[in-house]
């Protein structure tokens, strides 16, 4: 058993997909919904009619906005597993993901936090081939990229495990201080895998996990300047890890 965070942040149309893959997948999972103070109504709506069909999952209906982090951190601490996965609202889940990435920080005591291949990332996850055609892709388009990809049991170290789908043990997040309050929603998960590695964990991508992933539609209603928030974060974890 694992536990599935998703923080979310208005987007209903998006929302609504990546739910649905996780009840098509994981309803039988530990699932947890973070909403930041959405507004809008039709979201709104969708999570309470979860909340009154859905009684195995928990839903938070945050009245304030607090932040990303601050969201990953209170489904975190309702979580009653050791695997917990913080996954942004605008990914589509396929049938064995989660379950791969769960099953190797069962396996390897010594990994902190584990990430899949996608299409819309930074760095070696990305499959390149996917990026243009991520929006046009279909449900089973998605499942065969996944399962063409299965067979691949390489796993790979990596400083950064993008946070759209970040699979983290939860003693391993309470060991080393969970996140920097700081960074509240930018540079969140980059600054943590530095602490992760510093206390003697790997972070790694797993090669023959496939989730899909939008990117940039999650929490994309907040007025941030993204490029500029994310410069700021960067300043600031180079300042924080100078050595």
């Known amino acids: 058993m694992f536990s599935i965070v998703i923080p979310i942040k208005n987007q209903f149309d998006v929302v609504k997909k990546c739910i ?7 309803d039988d999972q530990e699932i947890i919904l973070i909403d930041d103070a959405s507004d809008e ?3 709104l709506q969708y999570l309470k009619e979860i909340q009154k069909t859905k009684l195995n999952w928990k839903v938070v209906l945050f009245e304030q906005s607090q932040d990303h982090s601050k969201a990953c951190t209170a489904g975190i601490q309702l979580s009653s597993n050791e695997n917990v996965f913080l996954l942004n609202s605008d990914t589509i889940l396929t049938k064995n993901s989660l379950r791969i990435l769960s ?11 584990v990430g899949p291949c996608t299409s819309s990332a930074s760095g070696p996850q990305l499959l390149p081939d996917l990026y243009q055609k991520r929006f046009s892709m279909s449900i089973d388009e998605i499942e065969q990229i996944a399962l063409s990809l ?3 049991k390489e796993l ?5 495990v993008n946070g759209f789908c970040f699979c983290i043990k939860k003693s391993v997040f309470l060991e080393v201080g969970k996140f920097d309050p700081v960074l509240n929603s930018y540079g969140n998960e980059k600054e943590l895998l530095i602490r992760i590695r510093k ?4 972070t790694v991508w ?3 996990c496939y989730v899909h992933h939008f990117g940039k539609m999650s929490y994309s209603k907040t007025n941030i300047n993204i490029g500029r928030a994310c410069k700021d974060a960067d300043n600031y974890i180079m300042k924080k890890h100078a050595n």
């Open 20 to 26: 649905e893959s996780v009840i098509r997948h994981y």
């Open 150 to 152: 299965e067979q691949n």
């Open 206 to 208: 797993v090669k023959g």
């Open 156 to 160: 790979q170290d990596i400083e950064l």
């Open 199 to 202: 206390a003697g964990y790997r």
């Open 41 to 43: 109504q039709d979201l």
């Open 103 to 113: 099953d190797v920080l069962d396996i390897n005591s010594n990994i902190g936090v």
